[in-house]
Nanobody, 123 residues
Framework: QVQLVESGGGLVQAGGALRLSCAAS????????MGWFRQGPGKEREFVAG?????VYADSVKGRFAISRDNAKNAVYLQMNSLKPEDTAVYYC???????????????????WGQGTQVTVSS
């Protein structure tokens, strides 16, 4: 069982930056692929970034967002730069068993989810 708790969301102006953190419980954190997803108002949940043996990004955030992890701290981060109003969403951290070589992009491949943290980007 893995419990995930996100933090770092907030209100920021367009062009600004935020860093999201996700703290994970469990002794086998390093064996999980980790991902960030988001769900904007009236939209479906979408993949943002993932990390395991490699990192992958949605095209909409490539070059602006960076995912990283610290296995010693059981944590994963999402550095978000050059934020746009369309980045406004609830951001979720998720953990996937296996997929150690490449993180999956589908939400259905993730086994554990955090409660989400709100990111609002004003124009």
């Amino acid at each position: 069982q893995v419990q995930l708790v996100e933090s770092g969301g907030g209100l920021v102006q367009a062009g600004g930056a935020l860093r999201l953190s996700c703290a994970a419980s469990g002794r086998t954190f390093s064996s999980y692929a980790m991902g960030w997803f988001r769900q904007g108002p009236g939209k479906e949940r979408e993949f943002v970034a993932g990390i395991s043996g490699r990192t992958v990004y949605a095209d909409s955030v490539k070059g602006r967002f960076a995912i990283s992890r610290d296995n010693a701290k059981n944590a994963v981060y999402l550095q978000m730069n050059s934020l746009k109003p369309e980045d406004t969403a609830v951001y979720y951290c998720a953990a996937s068993r296996g997929h150690i070589l490449r993180p999956p992009r589908s939400a259905s491949d993730y086994d554990y989810w955090g409660q989400g943290t709100q990111v609002t980007v004003s124009s």
